[in-house]
Nanobody, 124 residues
Framework: QVQLVESGGGLVQPGGSLRLSCEAS????????MGWYRQAPRKQRELVAVITRGARTNYADSVKGRFTISRDNVKNTVYLQMNDLIPEDTGEYYCNAEGSYAQDGMILFGMEFWGRGTLVTVSS
């Protein structure tokens, strides 16, 4: 199967920065859209940013101007540069990807993959 592994989370003070990475591996045929979601304690998961294979991007209003999503299609990796962090950014950040993968000699399209998350805590 396809696996997504996030890294880069941690504890940071307000105003600080973090850079999250997520690398996809496994029986990948092609990854199309990739994105980052986050979930604060006792809250629903929300979309933070998304990037297409052609590098078009979209951001949640709450992070626009502070976060930058990017990707490396050769490495099947998506990044999230997080600047000017505020306590409201605290949460578990999950990597998401949509694409196709190989299984039983077939290519399956329109599949969705998720990482297990990396924790970001913004606190003084």
């Amino acid at each position: 199967q396809v696996q997504l592994v996030e890294s880069g989370g941690g504890l940071v003070q307000p105003g600080g920065s973090l850079r999250l990475s997520c690398e996809a591996s496994g029986s990948i045929d092609q990854i199309n859209d990739m994105g980052w979601y986050r979930q604060a304690p006792r809250k629903q998961r929300e979309l933070v940013a998304v990037i297409t294979r052609g590098a078009r991007t979209n951001y949640a209003d709450s992070v626009k101007g502070r976060f930058t999503i990017s990707r490396d299609n050769v490495k099947n990796t998506v990044y999230l540069q997080m600047n000017d962090l505020i306590p409201e950014d605290t949460g578990e950040y999950y990597c998401n990807a949509e694409g196709s993968y190989a299984q039983d000699g077939m290519i399956l399209f329109g599949m969705e993959f998720w990482g297990r998350g990396t924790l970001v805590t913004v606190s003084s």
